[in-house]
């Protein structure tokens, strides 16, 4: 089991910035592939990037493509989500995953999850 605590999240001007991190214990932090998901108020839990030992995937959403970066710090046993030009659309709660195996977009792939951080954009 992975034991995951993502911070960085709060309230940030449409336009602004934001970098989540995510801290992993619990196993060997490079063989996992680690996701950021988030859910906003109302809506089902999405898949907005992922990272393993392959290398990074990012949704191809348009509402998160060009803006939202993954990465990781093995040596840090950390995972991070650079999040750009900001809109009140990505209100959400974010979370992090960890899997073991390779690169997934998919909710069920992923075993383990943090409690989630809190983004909110403001207008």
């Known amino acids: 089991q992975v034991q995951l605590v993502e911070s960085g999240g709060g309230l940030v001007q449409a336009g602004g910035s934001l970098r989540l991190s995510c801290a992993a214990s619990g196993r060997t932090f490079s063989t996992l592939t680690m996701g950021w998901f988030r859910q906003a108020p109302g809506k089902e839990r999405e898949f907005v990037s992922a990272c393993s030992w392959s290398g990074p995937i990012t949704s191809c959403q348009d509402s998160v493509k060009g803006r939202f970066t993954i990465s990781r710090d093995n040596a840090q046993n950390a995972v991070y989500l650079q999040m750009n030009n900001l809109t009140p659309e990505d209100t959400a709660v974010y979370f992090c995953?960890?899997?073991?195996?390779?690169?997934?977009?998919?909710?069920?792939?992923?075993?383990?999850w943090g409690q989630g951080t809190q983004v909110t954009v403001s207008s």
């Open positions: 995953a960890a899997r073991q195996g390779g690169r997934s977009t998919r909710r069920s792939d992923y075993g383990d």
